[in-house]
């Protein structure tokens, strides 16, 4: 089993926004996200992301070829990972989660999600992706703004992005340390991702989304995961209701188990 890389076929929903000027002096008054008339035009100049994006199943290394990138786990990280990796290996792939089954994984393992398409949507000063999985939505700010100093963590927290030509750079702080940079591999409050989203060169219909982890508690050195998703031009999302059909049970520690 391989467990160092959380990328499997997932298909995300993007929306994308373009970054207008913002005046600092005013703390952006009249203008970004929150002030889009007037600036929907521009957004043609943006690069096309439209349609539905599916993630494809990277391809084991050939023979020849380096492995692929592993996560450098330090301290308690290393150890609870190992010793979940045991758990894994006893139980046939099953162990408990400390959080429900309906919780959404978040950052940054949400692009790694099996099965579920993603879609972009372009409005002024923002870039929102739009999960099928969970019917999540993650706002990436353009407009200029920088992190509030009062920052509320969340799963998928806050996110700043800017365009440079036809790539889109984010950088993301404050992530709930009940994500996982992947399969059983925790994070301290302190895990920052820094994006880059852009199309192949030369294929058009093929998105490349490179993902930097700096936690200078929890790993070594940066940890990047590179995902590629194939566009679907006339696909449409789907609801995804995880309540409707939760039926496993929580045990008396909290975790939730199997039936």
């Not at 162990?95 to 879609?119: K, W």
């Not at 353009?142 to 889109?168: C, N, Q």
């Amino acid at each position: 089993m391989y467990l160092g890389n959380w990328s499997v076929v997932t298909a995300l929903a993007v929306t994308v926004a373009m970054s207008p000027v913002v005046d600092s002096a005013t703390n952006g008054a009249g203008t970004g996200a929150a002030w889009p008339k007037g600036q929907y035009a521009a957004l043609d100049a943006l690069p096309d992301w439209g349609g539905v994006w599916v993630l494809e199943r990277p391809r084991p290394p050939q023979p020849g070829e380096p492995p692929r990138e592993q996560a450098a786990l330090k301290g308690d990280y290393l150890v609870q990972y190992q010793a979940w990796a045991k758990q894994v290996r006893e139980n046939a792939g099953l162990v408990p989660r400390e959080t429900s089954n309906c919780m959404p994984p978040g950052m940054p393992s949400m692009l790694g999600t099996a099965q579920y398409p993603i879609e972009f949507l372009f409005t002024p000063g923002r870039v929102t992706t739009h999960h099928e999985a969970w019917m999540q939505w993650r706002s990436i700010f353009t407009d200029g703004r920088g992190h509030p100093a009062d920052l509320e963590p969340g799963i998928f927290s806050h996110s700043i992005g800017r365009w440079e030509g036809d790539v889109l750079l984010i950088e993301t702080v404050g992530i709930k340390t009940i994500t996982l940079l992947g399969q059983g591999m925790k994070h301290s409050a302190k895990l920052k991702l820094s994006e880059r989203v852009a199309l192949d060169a030369q294929d058009k219909n093929l998105l490349v989304w490179r993902v930097t982890m700096e936690d200078p508690e929890a790993l070594e050195k940066p940890y990047t995961v590179t995902h590629r998703f194939r566009r679907q031009r006339d696909w449409s999302l789907m609801e995804f209701i995880c309540a409707e059909n939760d039926r496993n049970p929580v045990d008396e520690t909290g975790n939730t188990g199997f039936r």
